[in-house]
């Protein structure tokens, strides 16, 4: 078999590598941008090796990001802010309370859901904490959940931002394998509500032991009236989930023109009910251009830097030593789980799936792993690092935004983690929760 010939070509790595892997570990430790971490990384090593023409980075850095499917990033993450200043998030909160207003810790679980449904169009779980963290963290210690704990909830609600799409996540991962997006997405969806499902449950438990919030008492009559009472209010606001899904599920959109589409709605939605003027555009444009302006100049660093691991043999090496440790799939998968749950505890998705995803997925291959299933468990494991302590990404945004200490807010964050974690391990280990919505060809 090819890989048996690969393993038995020993990889040795030299001066070639590890400089300038020690470089941009300094780099990340000095609080210098990730993406110049990267590119200087990527650079130093194509100098030391020879790998690749120096005179041919620049053609790889904007043939990297000349990609159709890229365009959808902008696109979802301006939708994400029109979504916020047209107060339309407002209305997916109220409906949000107002299907868990009936049981106790119904504002915990509100604002879950709400992140869920953010998520669903947003695709970043960095602007679903701070947009979300916003609305709810003030009002949950309102209802007796202590600060780091709310904070706590909202991180761990927003990291669904990658996990149910659509997802910028998947956009990128799609783009660096060359798995269908649309695929992915779909795939997505069960794994996605499994992770939501476990942090409503983890919420629904931890109140239940300290009795954080009160609420419950209500006749189902009752019930039924509030959330009618807030469907009819903010019905309009879930055509822009509602048209993403359709239009992307159903085939008659790629995700680049659903999140096209969903921009004009949401636009057309802002001004209809004047929460939107034109006076917001300029904001608005240069808000979500430096969100994207954060990602792009990582994808073009990080391929020039993966081209180059390849070259070096780096997947290779990593499939034997892999194996060399263990031959069996269940150890060999749960070795790639801690390494992305530490990944992204120490970095932004991006450049861990541009780095990560082409050596990692070679041992996938190695283990005869499903590659829908690789990328839907790569993103979940990403995930739980964004609100595994002390480092998660997720942390530091809504200590960011409530000045909240972050090792408080990491303490409270740990059921959480647990139990995401153990939804993690049921993607891994068991294909068809990310392939049976999936058509016979990706099975």
Not at 286 to 292: F, M, Q, Y
Not at 321 to 341: F, G, N, Q, Y
Request: hydrophobic share 60%; aromatic share 10%; glycine share 10%.
């Amino acid at each position: 078999m090819l890989w048996q010939q690969l393993q038995n070509q020993p990889v040795i790595l030299g001066a070639d590598f590890y400089i300038p892997i020690i470089v941009f570990v300094i780099l990340i430790a000095l609080a210098v941008p990730v993406w110049a971490a990267i590119g200087s990384a990527a650079i130093l090593m194509l100098m030391i090796s020879g790998a690749l023409p120096l005179s041919l980075v620049g053609e790889s850095l904007f043939h990297g990001i000349d990609h159709f499917a890229l365009t959808a990033v902008p696109l979802f993450i301006l939708t994400g802010d029109v979504l916020v200043r047209t107060g339309l998030s407002k209305k997916f909160l109220d409906v949000a309370e107002a299907i868990t207003c009936w049981a106790k810790g119904g504002f915990g679980s509100a604002t879950v859901l709400v992140c869920g449904m953010f998520a669903a169009i947003s695709g970043s779980d960095a602007a679903g904490a701070a947009a979300v963290g916003r609305m709810t963290i003030d009002r949950l210690v309102e209802s007796g959940y202590p600060r780091p704990y709310a904070c706590a909830l909202v991180a761990a609600g927003a990291c669904t931002g990658i996990l149910i799409p659509p997802s910028i996540a998947y956009i990128i991962i799609g783009l660096v394998l060359g798995v269908n997006v649309s695929i992915l997405f779909l795939a997505a969806v069960i794994p996605g509500l499994l992770v939501l499902l476990a942090i409503l449950l983890t919420n629904t438990l931890v109140n239940r032991r300290h009795a954080y919030e009160g609420g419950g008492l209500m006749t189902f009559g009752e019930w039924a009236t509030n959330l009618w009472a807030a469907l009819r209010s903010g019905w309009y606001a879930f055509t822009v989930p509602g048209i993403i899904f359709y239009g992307i599920f159903s085939g008659k959109l790629t995700p680049t023109e659903a999140g096209a589409v969903a921009v004009v709605v949401t636009i057309l939605i802002g001004f209809t009910i004047g929460t939107l003027k034109f006076a917001d555009f300029p904001a608005m444009l240069v808000s979500s251009a430096k969100v994207n302006g954060v990602i792009l100049p990582i994808i073009a660093f990080s391929l020039p830097l993966a081209q180059a691991l390849a070259i070096l043999g780096v997947p290779q090496g990593f499939v034997a030593a892999a194996t060399s440790v263990s031959e069996e799939p269940w150890v060999l998968i749960l070795m790639m789980i801690l390494i992305l749950i530490a990944a992204g505890c120490v970095m932004e998705t991006t450049p861990n799936i541009v780095i990560l995803a082409p050596i990692l997925f070679p041992l996938a291959q190695q283990i005869e792993m499903n590659e829908i299933q690789f990328c839907i468990m790569m993103i979940t494991a990403l995930g739980v690092g964004f609100i595994t302590p002390p480092l998660g990404l997720n942390l530091f945004v809504v200590s960011g935004i409530t000045g909240e200490s972050i090792l408080k807010i990491a303490a409270r964050a740990i059921p959480f983690v647990g139990f995401m974690l153990i939804v993690t391990l049921m993607i891994a280990y068991i294909p068809a929760l990310s392939t049976i919505l999936l058509p016979e060809v990706y099975r």
